[in-house]
């Protein structure tokens, strides 16, 4: 059922001083997004020179991903609690700072030690952004536009997944990986200045603390949506970490030949440009049809992923459901975050704390378990197990939507 109510109304220090959107603030907030995803993969793009330069192996050199989801994990339900009084615009400028000297120190570091210790930095930052996001954009915007808003923030992680990541690869086949930081860590440092100058004063909301957070997952429906985030968001990492294998196993034409790297490339990028339509498509309506999204949504995650099991050798099957997939994942965010800012306007920070760290806790066990299934049972072990949590994710979160 479609729903068309407005969201209610949230503290008068959360609503919109003017009626007009303010654009250059809602850019910013995506470009902080870009900076934030691109700086937090760039580790994947660059493996190989990052290992050898740092005398480690591969393997080794990956824990800077690792530890930057481990640390989000931890920082998104209480940096509220940490700083409760600082303003919320002052606290995005501070860890827009944070993440530019990470990616400095990064450029700087002598050792992987160094290097994992300077990325606890860019995780903080990366989580602190995201949970404060929903408040910062309900100022922004207003309520009655939130799902608007929290388009532009994941806009700017769609347009890492397809030009912020690629581009930190050709960028280092011009110019050493330290350099390609250091470049991240000025870019950054800009956006800083960028969110002191454009965003609104975003007074903090009182009474931050963990009796604040048992209380909001105690709110009817809310434990049981955010259930359904983690299942949802784990069978899409369990599946989507290993694309590179199912798209391997695509053959065309009349002697069944194997997709060459060009063509993987571009399956590849599909999913990111899917991510940017759905993102558009999703933000444009998510304020009016809410109801309806959120039931068909986690729906169209799932889909996918068993398409690519049903008809793994496929190329046009598996090239729709690539699309697909992005699209429905970019929505995905969408829709969470206007659903949690339409039942706690007056918990945001709250709230999106305990999403962010929902996703986080998603993203390490999806690695750990998929890990763990391709390695015994090959990668439809992984599409598998992804699909059927993702089935379970979206029956938890249709649940409590009827709550």
Do not use: C
């Not at 059922?1 to 995506?30: C, H, I, K, Q, W």
């Not at 280092?172 to 350099?179: P, Y």
């Not at 390609?180 to 931050?208: D, E, I, N, Y």
């Amino acid at each position: 059922m479609t729903n068309t109510a407005s969201l209610p109304t949230v503290d008068e220090r959360l609503s919109p001083p003017r009626e007009r959107l303010r654009y250059g603030a809602l850019v910013t907030m995506m470009v902080m997004s870009f900076v934030l995803v691109t700086a937090e993969f760039l580790p994947n793009g660059v493996l190989t020179e990052f290992a050898r330069d740092l005398g480690v192996t591969a393997g080794q050199a990956g824990q800077a991903v690792t530890v930057t989801a481990l640390v989000g994990f931890l920082v998104a339900p209480t940096i509220g609690l940490l700083v409760p009084r600082l303003d919320r615009r002052d606290l995005l400028v501070w860890l827009a700072v944070a993440a530019a000297v990470s990616n400095l120190l990064v450029a700087l570091a002598p050792s992987l030690g160094i290097v994992l210790a300077s990325r606890v930095l860019l995780g903080a930052a990366l989580s602190g952004f995201w949970s404060m996001s929903l408040t910062v954009a309900s100022r922004i915007a207003g309520p009655e536009r939130l799902g608007r808003a929290v388009m532009f923030t994941t806009a700017g992680t769609s347009l890492a997944t397809v030009l912020g990541v690629p581009l930190g690869v050709l960028l280092s086949t011009f110019a050493d990986w330290r350099a390609v930081f250091a470049g991240a860590a000025v870019v950054t440092a800009a956006v800083a200045v960028a969110l002191r100058v454009l965003l609104p004063k975003v007074p903090a909301q009182s009474a931050a603390s963990l009796a604040i957070l048992g209380s909001t997952l105690r709110r009817p429906g809310i434990a049981l949506g955010l259930a359904g985030h983690v299942l949802t968001v784990l069978g899409h990492f369990t599946a989507y970490t290993y694309i590179r294998l199912a798209l391997e196993r695509i053959t065309e034409g009349p002697q069944r030949t194997p997709l060459d790297e060009g063509a993987i490339v571009l399956l590849l990028a599909l999913f990111g440009v899917g991510g940017l339509v759905g993102n558009v498509v999703t933000g444009v309506i998510v304020d009016r049809h809410l109801g309806l999204l959120s039931a068909a949504v986690p729906v169209l995650v799932g889909a996918p992923i068993v398409a690519v099991i049903l008809w793994p050798t496929s190329l046009s099957v598996v090239g729709v459901a690539v699309v697909v997939w992005g699209v429905a994942f970019s929505a995905w965010l969408i829709v969470l975050n206007a659903w949690i800012g339409r039942r706690l306007p007056d918990r945001l920070e709250a709230g999106g704390g305990l999403v962010v760290a929902g996703f986080q806790l998603a993203i390490m066990l999806a690695a750990g378990i998929g890990g763990v299934l391709v390695d015994a049972a090959g990668v439809d072990a992984a599409y598998i197990t992804g699909a059927v949590a993702v089935a379970l994710g979206a029956l938890l979160f249709g649940l409590a939507g009827r709550r």
